[in-house]
């Protein structure tokens, strides 16, 4: 399992933008390498959702909501993956979790909160 953490979250009016990262810092690069990557977003009440996901090689899939104003990347030599996150909505408040999966391995993050607000 790879320990992750994020960062990045915090508060934006309407229309702004947000980037979080998520650093799997302890994990050796080349095993960093293997793993599909992804944001998951989750209210209080609703199931955890995909938001965004990378593969190792870099094919991205996005939440038919987010497309056009997300972005999600990675530096497989920093082990990071990056959400960029624009053109913000309200709807968009929720708490982001980093992922890493690989077969039946799944890792998460601790979770850190976006709020979008007036």
């Known amino acids: 399992q790879l320990q992750l953490v994020e960062s990045g979250g915090g508060s934006v009016q309407p229309g702004g933008s947000l980037r979080l990262t998520c650093t799997a810092s302890r994990a050796i690069t080349s095993v960093f390498n293997t793993y599909d990557m992804a944001w998951y977003r989750q209210t209080p009440g609703k199931q955890r959702e995909l938001v965004a996901a990378i593969t190792p090689g870099g094919i991205t899939q996005l939440a038919d909501s987010v497309k056009g104003r997300f972005t999600i990347s990675r530096s497989n030599s920093r082990k990071t993956v990056t959400l960029q996150m624009n053109s913000l909505r309200s709807e968009d408040t929720a708490v982001y979790y980093c992922?890493?999966?690989?077969?039946?391995?799944?890792?998460w993050g601790q979770g850190t909160q976006v709020s979008v607000s007036s």
């Open positions: 992922n890493a999966q690989r077969g039946s391995v799944t890792s």
